[in-house]
Structures are given as C-alpha cells and as structure tokens.
C-alpha cells in the first residue's frame, strides 16, 4: 500500500490520537447500523417486495413504481402541497425563531427574559399527538378559534379542518406556536457571543438602536443562520408525517394530502413496500438536490457546509 | 480522494448485496405439506405444549386479553396446551400484522390468517402459512366434516385452487341482517307520524323533526362514515358503496359509477342542505349520536337493535325500527348488510385461524382450532359454562343473569362477552342463540328477522379473494379511487363542489365518471369479474 494512500494516513493518526477515535467511535457504529445498513432496502423501489420472499424471490420491475406515482392523479397535489407548504414554512416559520430571539437580546430585564424563554419552550415538549387533539378540538364547529373565526367573518361557525383552505395556517400557526421558542435558542446563543465592543464602537459613531441590530447583531449571527437554512433546505421535501397524518381528513386532503402520508398509506398500509420506497426514494434525491444547490450558493458567500 | 471514494463504494456495494441476499432466505417448499393423511399418527396430548396465538382484541372490549378467557383456558386445560396470546395494540392491528410478516417473527398460530395481501393461499405460496388441508381428516375431523357437510360453506371457505388452507370459524346457517333504521319514537309521536317506509316518507318526518321539534342532528351518520350503514340508504337507488353485480346478468360493477349514486349523493345533500344532518357530522362518534338520540336531538340512526336496547332504552316506547327506506312502495331491495357463513374479507378479525410455518406441532394446533367444531367446544365458545353462564332449559341453553351482572363479572356486558364465552372467533358461531342481548330483548328478533326478509341479496358479492397480482391492481388502483370517491362525495354534500342545480350536478356527474374512468376503474372491474368467475367455478363437493 502506497504510503501516503488515506488508509495509511489514517493507520498513523489513529495510533497518534487513539483517544479521540474511540469517543467517535459511537457516532459511527451509530450511522452505520442507522443509515448504511438499511440503505441496501432502496433496492426495494425496483422490487415487486414480497417480504417473505426476500429480494431473491421477488420479481424485478425496473422503473414502474416511479412512472406510476408520477401518473397518479394524485401526484401533482402531492408534490404542490409538499414544496408550498415547505415554501410558506420557510416564509414564515423559519424566521420566527430569529426576530424572536433578537426581540429576546433587546430586553435587558434578566426575570423578563427567563419567563418569556421558559414559556416558549413549553410546548415543544407536548407531544404531537397531544397538539394535535387540541387543534382538533379547538377547530370543531363548537370549538374556540372556529368561534373566534365566526366572530371576525360574522358567518356561521364551522369546522376549520373541513375547508382545505384553512389547512396551510392551521398548520403553520401551530408549528410556530410550538417550535419557535425551542429554535430560538440557538440564535440567542449566538446572539450572547456578540463582542460588546462592537457595539460600544457603534454608540461611538452615533448608531443608533436600529442602526446596531443591522450594522452589528445581524452580520454576527449570519453564519449560523445560514448554517440552519442549509440543513432547511434540505428537507425541501420532507413534511412531518405525524402531524399531517394527524389532522388529514376527506375534505381537507386537497391541501393535507403530502409524500410522507402517501408513502405510509401505499406502501406500509397498502402492503406495497416497493411503491412505498419509491417514492421515498424520489423525495430523498430531490431533497439532496435542493441541499446541494443551496450550499452551492452559500459557498459563495463563504458560509457554505462543506 | 477520488480512489478511496471509489473503494468506499465498492464495500458498501458488495455489503449491500450480501446483505440481500442474506434477508431472502428461502421459504419452505410448499409441497413439503403434501402428506396422505391415512398414514399419519394420532395426535399425542400426553406432552404439554405452548402455543402462541396472534389476535386482536374487539374494539370495544380492549381489556378482555384472551388469557383472561374462561373458555380459552379450558380447552388449554382439556388438550394439556398451554395458550400464549399476543394482542397487537388496539388501532394498530394492520400495522402489526404486516410487520410481523416483514420481520418474520411468527407466532404458531395467526386467527387473522385473511390479512394476508392475496390471501391465506399467497401466505402459504409464499411459505409464512403451513398448507394444512391434507392434515385436516386427520387432526380437525370435526371441523373437516361440519365444514364438508354443506358445500355453500366448504365453497366460501375453499381457495381458488380447491384447497382448504385454514381452520375458518364459520355458521351453519345464515345470519340476520343485524342493522338498520332505528328511529326515536317519542319524537315520532310528537309530529305524529309513523315510521317512514319510502324516501319520500323520510324527507317529510326529517323535515318535520327539524321545523317542528327543532332537533339539530336529526338524521345520525355512523362515524365509520357514509359507506357503512348508510349503505341502507344507497340500496335505495340500487347503488352501493363498494362493488355490486347485476342480479339479473351477474355483471360485476362499482357502485359510485351507478346512476342512482349520484341520486343518492344529490339526495344527502339536500338533507345537509336542509340542516336534517349536522355539519359536525364528519367527526361525530357514536357515543355523542347515542346522547344526541336520548336527548331528542337526533330522530334517526342507523344501528345495530342489541346496541338500542342496551343504551337508548325501551324497545316501543324509546326506540322503534323501521324498514330500509325505498324508493317507490313495494320496491324489492337487493343490496343489505349481510353475514356471509365464512367471513372472509378483510374487515373480518378472528375468522381465519392459520398454522405458521415457525409452528413445532401442528397436530397440536390444528387440535386446538378443533376444539371449536366438537359439540362441547361449540357450546362453550358459545354460551360460556353450564350452570354459570347458561342452563339447559328444555334441551336448548338459556343464559343466565350472570353475564349481565356487573359485580359478579366486574365488568360491562360487552367485555363480559369476550370474557366469559367467545363472541367471534375459530368455532361455529350460533350467534342466532348466543347472543344474550338478543336472548334479553327478543323483539329483537323480529327486527331483525324483517329487515332480512325485505331484502335480497342477489347484488352482493360472495367472499372472493384475489390472487397476488389481482391484489396489487386492486390495491394500487383502487386505493387512489376509494380515496378519490370518499373525497369528492365529502365535498360535494358538503357544498363545497359547487351550488346546488342540476347542471352542477350534471358537470359534477360526467367529471367525476370520466376520472373513474381515467383512474382505470374498468381494468379493476375486470380483476373483481375473474375472481368472481373463480369463485363460481370452485367445486363445491368433495
């Protein structure tokens, strides 16, 4: 073996910080057995899968769960409710975390602060199914924000979750409601890095408070909210199943209806495990496409992953 | 860089073939269950053996686990076996049943066998299933001669290539219709009115229950939703929900694409429109239609009578039924609900008892799934215990109070019914008799008796069952049109399609036909017409 082949390289930094390799050496048994192992069960999405026939017995089929999810009548409401309802997220759920925690950075009272932060967070720990009902419940004909609703259109009241043009807000209001103070901490942590001198400096030269939040506070935490919209983007596809699948219904399946709940009802439900992964498939490649463009723009400005 | 990114490929590549390779063990050759049963020994009951047993628990009784069972222990006790039962989570049945297949970690016996997608004959091609028909005279004799006694039942559990893969619970004779309209009959006193025979007649009692007795959920829909029981309500217009055949041709067809579907989903709306349904109808339960039903705010439901005796009240007084409405007086319905000897399709939990191939001793098994067809063991599922839960009156059994009787049981009636006897399971199921609710309110059975007498039943399917790839059509086609169907019908009662007038209906009708069409719902008539075509041509005797 050539001696400066990236295996020897490799042989004599082991021996040099054996250490450190053994504390990695979690991470990658870890993504090993998570994320290498299963991978060999995309072969899947060219299978007609019968599970208790393995891959040996089962017949090879080429292309023809793709071609069938992309003729289904489904598809295009599908992929439009999947990239729009990530869009919107994006618009709006994205930098909610980010004015929050700089509205946080701006108090100055330390009990202000503790108790807003303590509150935020709280919802984050209910689980989905829990947050779920409750939008349920407050959305039914008798429930609170239908009523409150009613109250504001002056209509009669009535269940939000049956009118497909509800379900993007519902959705997203919810999603900020319960993940804006968790994501928000992040921000903050960077936020409390910030050199004081620099804005010493700034008072110096006469900025003023909004003067300091763009010239100062902004440019320092750029690299990390880069950072969070490269791995963003990079779930372009991906919308959580549990809730989707959690408030969809017949009539609002229009808008709710997305690649993760199709997948589950095809493919582990409907017993075609081959579909199922095809379509999987399909979003995971288009969700790394979307990743690498994106850190190829970021790379630009020298912020980039990798 | 380059080259050990090459090499990294290359290991992952040959470890993932390997590893392929390594999950498609080969299955059991299904000829190995070839066997003359003539030359086989007898069961040997002197060994206590372990059975594992996968079943789901009924809905409405998830605390009665098997091995609480009375009956389940003593046929454990009487063939020395030793029961194990695995209940998969209540709501994720399914979900279960097709990891467990996946992971291949089997129990000896499956009492879901039907789940399998193509059914018990795929499971055992596919050799997750043991082929027990040729052991069957031998370790199931009674269930081998009660079954080949009546050749329409041996037919519904025979698979289409003239097998018997499993030990089927089954009835010997046919069972009532056992839903219908249940209408309130104070309500109906208070307008006046008796209970409504035609559509027309309906209208005018909804109607009138709305304006004059100001009930806001006049007309209860099941939470199952509109394809279950209101089924009764599409018979009208000789349409259904899911697929019919034309009692006079045998022509198979889906019901939505009927011309009176649309007459009906013109008819639901209509009553939406007029408030007779309530717009909460999409998440009713049923408890909440119960309550609405006793606090005079719902006229109408459609339910099962054991269910209105126990929970509404005084069958003449609270309650009263009525016939499946019609369209015109003196119309014969061929659509209802109906209980076929052998419930097969996949709906039905605890029908099917199949034998897996991780099973040590299936003579055992198969001794087990007996049980149920020898005349002690069809009494026993049925009625539970002599002298406790029932005594012989005039050689026919009667139940006793004790079922009914909280502190005794410790329990409500409908968990007491899985504990102390079976009410569904792998045995004959008397349920005619071995229903104490129906032996506690027997003008029940004149209900029932009539609703089954007023229709036929010559648009039903029989139980047929696909093969693997008649399957998959179905499942990858007609997923995407019930789906489709579910929603539109939703919207369109809902008024959310567009107003109501006859060309909207018009428009509604032909988009909606041509994206059946489009979605290829004549290649799935075409799958249901050959199974149906098989299961006419399985030979009935022996």
Same mark, same amino acid.
């Given at each position: 073996m050539n001696k400066n082949s990236y295996f020897a390289r490799l042989k004599i930094d082991i021996k040099r910080k054996k250490v450190e390799y053994l504390l990695f050496l979690p991470v990658l048994i870890y993504f090993i057995i998570f994320c290498y192992v299963p991978l060999y069960g995309i072969f899947m999405a060219f299978f007609d899968y019968v599970p208790a026939l393995g891959f040996a017995g089962s017949e090879y089929v080429g292309f023809q769960w793709f071609s069938l999810f992309f003729d289904s009548i489904f598809f295009g409401r599908i992929m439009y409710n999947t990239i729009m309802l990530n869009v919107y997220s994006i618009i709006f759920v994205f930098p909610a975390p980010i004015l929050f925690a700089l509205l946080l950075y701006e108090i100055k009272t330390k009990a202000v602060v503790k108790t807003a932060q303590i509150l935020t967070y709280l919802p984050v720990f209910i689980s989905l199914v829990v947050v779920c009902g409750i939008i349920v419940d407050f959305c039914k004909v008798d429930g609170l924000i239908s009523n409150i609703m009613a109250t504001i259109t002056g209509e009669a009241a009535k269940d939000l979750l049956d009118d497909a043009n509800y379900y993007f807000p519902i959705y997203l209001i919810s999603d900020i409601w319960q993940n804006m103070g968790f994501s928000s901490i992040v921000f903050y942590a960077a936020l409390c890095r910030v050199d004081q001198d620099l804005y010493d400096a700034a008072k110096i030269d006469g900025a003023g408070r909004f003067r300091q939040l763009i010239s100062v506070t902004i440019p320092s935490i750029l690299p990390i909210i880069t950072v969070m919209f490269i791995i963003r983007m990079g779930s372009m596809l991906n919308v959580g199943f549990e809730k989707a699948y959690l408030l969809k219904r017949p009539l609002n399946a229009e808008r709710s209806e997305v690649i993760a709940t199709f997948v589950y009802d095809r493919g582990l439900k409907g017993n075609n495990y081959g579909y199922g992964t095809a379509v999987g498939l399909f979003s995971a490649v288009i969700n790394f496409a979307f990743l690498w463009v994106t850190n190829f723009f970021a790379k630009k400005t020298e912020n980039g992953l990798w | 860089m380059k080259?050990?990114?090459? @090499?990294?490929?290359?290991l992952l590549l040959s470890a993932a073939v390997s590893l392929s390779v390594f999950a498609a063990c080969a =299955?059991?050759?299904?000829?190995?269950?070839?066997?003359?049963?003539?030359? #086989?020994?007898?069961?040997? @009951?002197? /060994?206590?053996?372990? #059975?594992?047993?996968?079943?789901?628990?009924?809905?409405?009784?998830?605390? !009665?686990?098997?091995?609480?069972?009375?009956? $389940?222990?003593?046929?454990?006790?009487?063939?020395? #076996? /030793?029961?194990?039962?695995?209940?998969?989570?209540?709501?994720?049945?399914?979900?279960?049943?097709?990891?467990?297949?996946? +992971?291949?970690?089997? =129990?000896?016996?499956?009492?879901?066998?039907?789940?399998?997608?193509?059914?018990?004959q795929e499971g055992i091609s596919h050799g997750i299933y043991r082929n027990v028909n040729d052991y069957l005279p031998k370790y199931a004799p009674d269930y081998y001669r009660r079954l080949t006694a009546n050749p329409? %039942?041996? @037919?519904?559990?025979?698979?289409?290539?003239?097998? %018997?893969?499993?030990?089927?619970?089954?009835?010997?004779?046919? &069972?009532?219709?056992?839903?219908?309209?249940?209408?309130?009959?104070?309500?109906?006193?208070?307008?006046?009115?008796?209970?409504?025979?035609?559509?027309?007649?309906?209208? @005018?009692?909804?109607?009138?229950?709305?304006? +004059?007795?100001?009930?806001?959920?006049?007309?209860?829909?099941?939470?199952?939703?509109?394809?279950?029981?209101?089924?009764?309500?599409? !018979?009208?217009?000789?349409?259904?929900?899911?697929?019919?055949?034309?009692?006079?041709?045998? +022509?198979?067809? $889906?019901?939505?694409? +009927?011309?009176?579907?649309?007459?009906? #989903?013109?008819l639901i709306r209509g009553w939406y429109d007029k408030g007779y349904i309530p717009t909460s109808f999409t998440t009713n339960d049923w408890l909440t239609n119960v309550d609405n039903f006793k606090a005079m705010q719902t006229g109408v439901m459609f339910d099962n009578p054991q269910n209105a005796a126990a929970l509404i009240g005084e069958y003449g007084k609270d309650w009263i039924d009525a016939p499946y409405p019609v369209l015109n007086e003196g119309d014969k319905l061929q659509i209802r609900l109906k209980n076929w000897y052998v419930q097969s399709n996949n709906s039905a939990w605890n029908t099917c008892g199949v034998v897996t191939r991780s099973c040590e001793n299936l003579d055992r098994a198969l001794d087990f799934l007996n049980w149920g067809f020898t005349d002690e063991g069809i009494m026993a599922y049925n009625y539970g215990t002599e002298g406790v839960t029932y005594n012989m009156v005039d050689g026919e059994p009667v139940f006793t109070d004790y079922l009914f009787d909280n502190d005794i049981t410790g329990t409500d009636i409908y968990s007491a019914l899985y504990r102390f006897k079976c009410h569904n399971g792998i045995f004959v199921r008397q349920e005619k008799t071995a229903n104490p609710l129906i032996q506690r309110y027997p003008e029940n059975i004149g209900i029932m008796e009539r609703w089954t007498e007023q229709s036929g039943t010559d648009a039903l399917l029989p139980p047929i069952s696909y093969t693997?790839?008649?399957?998959?059509?179905?499942?990858? $086609?007609?997923?995407?049109?019930?789906?489709?169907? &579910?929603?539109?019908?939703m919207k369109f009662i809902t008024g959310q399609t567009n107003d109501i007038s006859n060309t909207a209906v018009a428009t509604y009708d032909s988009t909606f036909r041509a994206n059946l069409t489009g979605m290829g719902i004549d290649d799935i008539l075409g799958v249901v017409s050959s199974a149906l075509e098989r299961y006419n041509e399985r030979t009935s005797e022996e």
């Open positions: - | 080259k050990w990114l090459r @090499r990294i490929s290359v =299955p059991k050759n299904p000829g190995d269950d070839d066997v003359d049963w003539t030359t #086989l020994p007898d069961i040997d @009951r002197s /060994e206590k053996v372990t #059975l594992t047993i996968w079943s789901p628990l009924e809905q409405w009784a998830p605390d !009665s686990t098997y091995d609480k069972n009375v009956i $389940y222990q003593r046929a454990a006790e009487e063939l020395n #076996l /030793e029961l194990e039962f695995i209940h998969p989570p209540v709501g994720q049945e399914t979900d279960q049943f097709n990891l467990m297949i996946v +992971e291949k970690d089997l =129990p000896d016996i499956i009492f879901c066998g039907n789940w399998y997608p193509g059914g018990v329409d %039942i041996l @037919r519904e559990a025979t698979m289409d290539n003239g097998d %018997i893969g499993a030990v089927w619970g089954f009835a010997e004779y046919e &069972e009532w219709c056992y839903s219908g309209p249940i209408f309130n009959k104070k309500a109906l006193d208070a307008i006046g009115e008796d209970a409504p025979v035609t559509i027309e007649d309906w209208d @005018r009692v909804l109607g009138k229950f709305k304006n +004059e007795l100001g009930m806001n959920s006049a007309f209860a829909i099941h939470p199952l939703g509109l394809q279950y029981l209101e089924q009764a309500i599409i !018979s009208a217009y000789g349409a259904a929900s899911g697929f019919i055949k034309d009692p006079a041709t045998g +022509e198979v067809k $889906y019901g939505p694409a +009927e011309n009176g579907y649309i007459d009906y #989903l013109n693997r790839n008649e399957q998959q059509v179905i499942d990858l $086609y007609f997923t995407d049109i019930t789906q489709y169907v &579910e929603e539109q019908q």
